[in-house]
């Protein structure tokens, strides 16, 4: 062969490899309103930085005539490249090629990359668009999956894995987007389920559709599975790149800081009457945590899941912060077993990856209930609690109005450990509200109308401010709302260089 034919044997490789399983699929996925692996891979990283890895490997698998059919990079498009100048690791499963499906050497690329990942300190993330397991293969693509899962796990804390879903992500194969940090889903193409519409009918005679049983809707607003859902396929790869600027390549790392250029000394004349004089009203937290943030801009998580409780980032002074806060517009802001796991798991992912916490507080205590109880919102409960507590990053909490019962303890008490613990004039903070704690009280003891509003008023005047908790310590400051922002960037600024660390052990043992 001459050097010329050389050449054009290498050209007409690459070829293959980025043709994958032909024009006709891909016309095929483009007409679905899906781009193509190579297409998303390209959309998501800085243009010009991605460098691809194992672009001509192939299966070697024998049977069913697989030996006929191999296509260069055997499905999946792997390599890494740069998000706002940082370094990542992505894989895609192109769909084009039996159908995304993971076959060994399928995995193998993929357990390279988290293997680079790890070893480099960068974030992972995958693509996924995938028929599941190839089937032709068996057991050796279960054993892939397998292998995938556990270096998952292995990565897990150390460096941020975001899965993206882009097409059908079934069967085990959705476990390992759901060991990983985020999931994001496209709305309209994408889906996920342990067992599909065909076997539940099967087994349960229930009639569902695949968007019914697990798509982006279902995943983002009713099962809690995704953090994220984009309208398509660019937009949702816009808010992977979107979230990244908010969080540090890995657990050794700090978050990236940005330059800040809102006033860090800006009042707020708006959030000094933005909580009704009537507590039991209900105001949007949300305007809180807008008004108090670098440029009014909140980037939040989990959106339509637990609306309770409100997740998110944010940047105070230019410094990336994970707010958490109890959202008094729904079910008054209480806690329940959806929105206590919600926060759970935010909130370790922020110590996970020193991000400080910012808690803001309007809680009236656990929801009642059977169904809260036999769902066991003691354990996950539980797991806030042990969040919170086990956090080690800085963690500043406001106190807005409401702050009762075991739930003033779990929303990042002073008793948690938080280092700053802060209270508006509105606070109120006791075992429970006043109506409550006046007929235990004075059981027995209060014959009229007058006398029980009387006995509420006095347990009102004696717990529901903050003085008293502020009296023992327990708040560093009660302070006015306007001042919100100016206090919480003193006190990260106070706080950067906290030194913290858990005792020696191999793990906790979270209530999960
Ligand atoms: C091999 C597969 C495949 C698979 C799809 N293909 N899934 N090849 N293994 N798992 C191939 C098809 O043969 C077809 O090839 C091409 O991909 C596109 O598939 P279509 O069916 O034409 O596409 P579409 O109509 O869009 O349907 C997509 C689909 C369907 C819903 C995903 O293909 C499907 O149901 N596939 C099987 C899913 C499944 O049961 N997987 C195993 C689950 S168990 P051609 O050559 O015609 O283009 C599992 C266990 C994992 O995954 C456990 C991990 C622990």
Redesign the pocket.
Known sequence: MTLKEKYQQYEEKMKAAEVAGGEE?IAKQHKAGKLTARERVLALLDPGTFVELDKLVVHRCTDFGMDENKIPGDGIVTGYGKIDGRLVYVFAQDFTV??G?LSRTNADKIIKLQKMAMRMGAPIIGLNDS??????EGVQS?AG??DIFYHNVLSSGVIPQISVILG?C????V?SPAITDFIFMSKKNSYMFVTGPDVIKAVTHEEVTMEELGGATTHNATSGVAHFMGESDEDTLMMVRELLSFIPSNNLADPPVQPCVDDINRESEKLQFLIPDDPNKPYDMKEIILETVDNHYFFEVQPYYATNMIIGFARYGGRSVGIVANQPNNLAGVLDINSSVKAARFVRFCDAFNIPIITFVDVPGFLPGTIQEYGGIIRHGAKLMYAYAEATVPKITIITRKAYGGAYIVMASKHLAADINLAYPSAEIAVMGPEGAANIIYKGKIKTEEERQRAIENYRNTFANPYKAAELGYLDDIILPKYTRMKIIQSLEMLQNKVKNAPPKKHGNIPL
């Open positions: 699929r039996f159908g499906s028929g599941g397991a190839r089937i032709q279960l999956y397998g059908p079934a069967g085990g194969a476990y």
